[in-house]
């Protein structure tokens, strides 16, 4: 029966920091054979690729095997839907949606219902209001003049900035990824505590973004679980339509 709805984030596939990405992403089309029989959706919280950019008659090489594996899944009638995350939000000219099948959502949280239960998904970036240096990059890069102005560069010297740029990006956050912040000092999870009590309907909040596995109780006795990443931890969450679970793939 195809009832379970799954969760993962952060494969960051094609990044030059990583070593083994190919290896990595045969990890990560195992895990989607493996749910492919029971899956009724899967929900991707952004950060699959490391970059991607389309232009609109072009998209960047690779991830056959993933994008193989993705388009089977909804060829069977598994929903999967992608959010966009910091490295993979420039999706413009819809090609996953009309070459995979997979629905591409932009908005920064995404309120969704399954069965009886109330979710907030997100990627996870700028949910801390405090780092004012991010949240204007973030403008710039979600900027339609600057996309476009971006487009006019040939892709062989775009795409070749835009993966160094996330390398860049890697790099300098090297070591601080993957650890759980105290309690009093994590601002996005004092974010999804303001969520709740404003939507105290809500019972889990799912991020990615921070490449922890990490979960923490909410004030209107809900959950908030960051999903780790698709590097090193191979982590997704499954909800069964009753309860969820966060579990680790080894294939």
């Known amino acids: 029966m195809m009832n379970n709805t799954y969760f993962i984030?952060?494969?960051?596939?094609?990044?030059?920091a990583i070593k083994d990405t190919?290896?990595?992403?045969?990890?990560?089309?195992?895990?989607?054979?493996?749910?492919?029989?029971d899956a009724k959706a899967l929900y991707m919280l952004g950060d699959m690729f490391d970059f991607w950019y389309e232009y609109r008659y072009t998209v960047p090489c690779g991830?056959?095997?993933?994008?193989?594996?993705?388009?089977?899944?909804t060829d069977s009638?598994?929903?999967?839907?992608?959010?966009?995350?910091?490295?993979?939000?420039?999706?413009?000219?819809?090609y996953l949606r009309?070459?995979?099948?997979?629905?591409?959502?932009?908005?920064?949280?995404?309120?969704i219902t399954i069965g009886n239960k109330h979710f907030c998904l997100a990627h996870g970036d700028g949910l801390d209001n405090k780092d004012k240096k991010y949240l204007l990059l973030r403008t710039i890069f979600h900027s339609k003049v600057c996309r476009r102005l971006f487009s006019t560069i040939h892709p062989r010297w775009a795409m070749k900035f835009g993966y160094a740029w996330a390398r860049h990006s890697r790099l300098k956050?090297?070591?601080?990824?993957?650890?759980?912040?105290?309690?009093?000092?994590?601002?996005t999870l004092a974010f999804a505590r303001r969520y709740v009590e404003d939507n105290?309907?809500?019972?889990?909040?799912?991020?990615?973004?921070r490449h922890v596995d990490q979960q923490?109780?909410?004030?209107?006795?809900?959950?908030?679980?960051?999903?780790?990443?698709?590097?090193?931890?191979?982590?997704?969450?499954?909800?069964?339509?009753?309860?969820?679970?966060?579990?680790?793939?080894n294939k």
């Not at 984030?9 to 030059?16: E, T, V």
């Open 9 to 16: 984030a952060d494969a960051h596939l094609g990044s030059w």
């Open 22 to 37: 190919r290896d990595k992403e045969r990890h990560l089309v195992a895990f989607l054979d493996s749910i492919k029989g």
């Open 63 to 73: 991830y056959t095997r993933f994008l193989g594996k993705l388009s089977e899944l």
């Open 77 to 94: 009638g598994v929903e999967v839907h992608l959010l966009i995350g910091n490295h993979d939000q420039w999706m413009m000219y819809d």
């Open 98 to 111: 009309q070459e995979c099948g997979v629905t591409i959502h932009t908005e920064r949280l995404m309120p």
């Open 173 to 187: 956050h090297e070591g601080q990824e993957g650890i759980a912040l105290p309690e009093d000092k994590d601002r």
């Open 200 to 209: 105290p309907q809500t019972d889990y909040f799912i991020i990615g973004h």
């Open 216 to 249: 923490n109780e909410l004030p209107n006795d809900g959950l908030f679980i960051v999903l780790g990443d698709w590097i090193t931890k191979f982590t997704y969450a499954k909800f069964d339509g009753n309860n969820i679970t966060v579990n680790h793939f």
